[in-house]
């Protein structure tokens, strides 16, 4: 008798095991790749936009820091002020149509997530970016584990994401600038020592012929998950840009934490970056 009630219960705790563990799966699912929502009715933009205008992008259908993004964004703001741009937030994909897309000079996609684009919007989008817009990707924005839209990750971001470490999550860690004179970089010296979630990516852009701007030193910081190394060896890319047709594209893989829009060397960063995308600074992208 006891033997029979011993079986049911152990019966019982692994069916109860199971779901639990369904669940748990279910809801990383929804984290890591998200909800399908995408809006068809776009913004109302403002009557009057100056000649630089950004448009500053921070929809999540999938995993999302909202203190890290309003943080990105308050940041994103001010530098277009004390720059004397035009800066429209949003987190509306149907703002991506053509004749909305032609009054921004360059896009920024603040920690973005997840599948966020109907298909004629996804049109638009890369119709913008190879006909001279700009983009500005950050941390989030080329940290999905899984892309259904592959001209995103493989042509416009470049590299795959594979994962951050866990153990723990936040480490301090070098970056190598490979490139002083970009405007992205050129306040940032030759070495750079932050905190950050560091992300790893399948291969380096570097392969793709992507413009490396900066490197991070694997020996300064432990690039493991719980149970598994996800180091890329000496040659680990965390910003870099490319000309895609004729469109500047611009990718950093800093800023996880609301705290890091607060540092003055990753705003200076950011400015750079926008600056060059907008196509105000530095060397274009002709083809």
């Given at each position: 008798?006891?033997?029979?009630?011993?079986k049911?219960?152990?019966?019982v705790?692994?069916?109860?095991?199971?779901?639990?563990?369904?669940?748990?799966?279910?809801?990383l699912?929804?984290?890591?790749?998200?909800k399908?929502?995408?809006?068809?009715?776009?913004p109302e933009?403002?009557?009057?936009?100056n000649?630089t205008?950004?448009?500053?992008?921070?929809?999540?259908?999938?995993f999302?820091?909202?203190?890290?993004?309003?943080?990105?964004?308050?940041?994103l703001?001010?530098?277009?002020?004390?720059?004397?741009?035009?800066?429209?937030?949003?987190?509306n994909?149907?703002?991506f149509?053509?004749p909305?897309?032609?009054r921004?000079?360059?896009?920024?996609?603040?920690?973005?997530?997840?599948?966020?684009?109907t298909?004629?919007?996804r049109?638009?989008?890369?119709?913008?970016?190879?006909?001279?817009?700009?983009?500005?990707?950050?941390?989030g924005?080329?940290?999905?584990?899984r892309?259904?839209w592959?001209?995103?990750?493989e042509?416009?971001i470049?590299?795959?994401?594979?994962?951050?470490?866990?153990?723990?999550?936040f480490?301090?860690?070098?970056?190598h600038?490979e490139?002083p004179?970009?405007?992205?970089t050129?306040?940032?010296?030759?070495?750079?020592?932050?905190v950050d979630?560091?992300?790893?990516?399948?291969?380096?852009p570097?392969k793709?012929?992507?413009?490396?701007l900066?490197?991070?030193?694997?020996?300064t910081?432990?690039p493991?998950m719980v149970?598994?190394?996800?180091?890329?060896?000496?040659?680990h890319?965390?910003?870099?840009?490319?000309?895609?047709?004729?469109?500047r594209?611009?990718?950093s893989?800093l800023?996880?934490?609301?705290?890091?829009?607060r540092?003055?060397?990753?705003?200076?960063e950011?400015?750079?970056?926008?600056?060059w995308a907008?196509?105000l600074e530095g060397l274009?992208c002709?083809n």
């Amino acid at each position: 008798m006891i033997k029979r009630i011993v079986k049911w219960l152990s019966l019982v705790l692994g069916v109860l095991i199971l779901g639990f563990m369904g669940f748990a799966a279910f809801g990383l699912y929804r984290v890591y790749y998200g909800k399908h929502i995408y809006e068809t009715v776009p913004p109302e933009l403002p009557a009057h936009l100056n000649a630089t205008a950004i448009l500053i992008f921070s929809k999540t259908n999938g995993f999302r820091e909202d203190d890290a993004v309003r943080a990105c964004n308050a940041t994103l703001a001010a530098i277009a002020r004390r720059r004397g741009w035009s800066a429209v937030l949003t987190e509306n994909g149907a703002v991506f149509n053509p004749p909305m897309l032609r009054r921004f000079k360059a896009t920024v996609w603040n920690n973005t997530s997840g599948d966020l684009l109907t298909r004629d919007q996804r049109a638009a989008f890369q119709d913008y970016i190879e006909s001279g817009g700009g983009f500005v990707g950050i941390h989030g924005a080329g940290g999905d584990p899984r892309y259904d839209w592959r001209w995103y990750v493989e042509t416009l971001i470049g590299a795959q994401f594979k994962g951050h470490p866990l153990n723990p999550q936040f480490q301090r860690a070098t970056i190598h600038i490979e490139d002083p004179n970009d405007p992205s970089t050129r306040a940032l010296g030759e070495t750079w020592s932050r905190v950050d979630e560091w992300y790893s990516f399948e291969n380096s852009p570097r392969k793709n012929g992507l413009h490396i701007l900066a490197t991070l030193d694997e020996r300064t910081y432990s690039p493991r998950m719980v149970w598994k190394d996800i180091a890329m060896g000496a040659d680990h890319p965390i910003i870099w840009e490319h000309c895609v047709g004729k469109g500047r594209v611009f990718y950093s893989a800093l800023g996880h934490a609301a705290s890091t829009y607060r540092e003055p060397l990753h705003i200076a960063e950011l400015e750079g970056a926008i600056a060059w995308a907008a196509g105000l600074e530095g060397l274009g992208c002709s083809n």
